[in-house]
């Protein structure tokens, strides 16, 4: 009983407006890709078992989610968790930012620093 007044206390919390706004950054082309895929709100709650006001949460930013729950609404939506960082019609960027990911952390720190040299120098103006 106690462990239901302690998750319950946990999802009430209060979020300041720079959680709030980290939260609606992380998700915001959530709704894009529920738009593409013929998804609403109501269906993705059903699909996770959870309310509607809770999915809302999501989308305002006054709730957090996991990162179980985004893996799960990825598999959903047929994207893998990093797609749903990007707007749907950028899906290919994901493949792009994990490809640069990857190669960063394998430089060390003076060829990671020429590397974003580079890349600087390489920017379409």
Known sequence: ME????S?????KKLSPDEIAANRHTLRFL??????KGLKQRDLAEHLDMSEPSISKWLNGKAPMTMS???RVAEL??????????SPEDA?????????????????DEAFAAW???????RKK
């Open 3 to 6: 462990k239901d007044c302690h």
């Open 8 to 12: 319950r206390r946990m999802a009430d």
């Open 31 to 36: 709704k894009s890709w529920l738009k593409v």
């Open 69 to 71: 729950q985004f893996a």
């Open 77 to 86: 939506l047929g994207a893998k968790p990093e797609d749903l960082l990007f």
């Open 92 to 108: 290919e960027k994901s493949e792009r930012f994990k490809a640069v990911s990857e190669l960063a952390n394998e430089l060390d």
């Open 116 to 122: 974003i040299l580079a890349g600087r120098a390489m």
